[in-house]
């Protein structure tokens, strides 16, 4: 199970082939596979108009597959895609105010809510200059 999430270039060559006779006896798992490494492409793209027709590609590969979790997933992906083709043009993520939320959820949690909102405020700010 571990080979599967790991990169091609990382395996030894015991687990290459463990990966490649895993991938031989089930079929659906093989396409999954597949499509998994094929997706990493779309975040070497630097022109939306490229990026959205390897999405387009991809998302009906999926859906031929005829994996209803690819499908479901792919479907996700269409949805997602405004978000996805602007990282391609931006290079930018949402990564940082995301992980600085998690600190205030961790802060809130820690004193069990505040009443004070004004030191909710300087907890936050002492934790930002960290």
Not at 94 to 122: H, P, T
Request: glycine share 4%; with cysteine.
């Amino acid at each position: 199970r571990f080979n599967l999430f790991r990169n091609p270039e990382n395996l030894t060559p015991k687990r290459e082939s463990s990966l490649k006779e895993l991938l031989a006896m089930n079929e659906d798992l093989f396409q999954a596979y597949t499509l998994k490494d094929m997706l990493k492409q779309l975040w070497t793209y630097t022109y939306k108009g490229c990026a959205s027709k390897f999405l387009d590609r991809w998302i009906e590969l999926a859906k031929e597959t005829g994996i209803v979790e690819l499908k479901r997933f792919a479907k996700g992906l269409d949805r997602a895609r405004e978000g996805l083709l602007s990282y391609c043009h931006h290079r930018i993520t949402s990564a940082k105010i995301e992980a600085f939320n998690g600190v205030i959820k961790r802060i809130v949690y820690k004193a069990c809510g505040y009443n004070d909102l004004e030191y909710l405020y300087l907890k936050i700010r002492q934790e930002a200059q960290k």
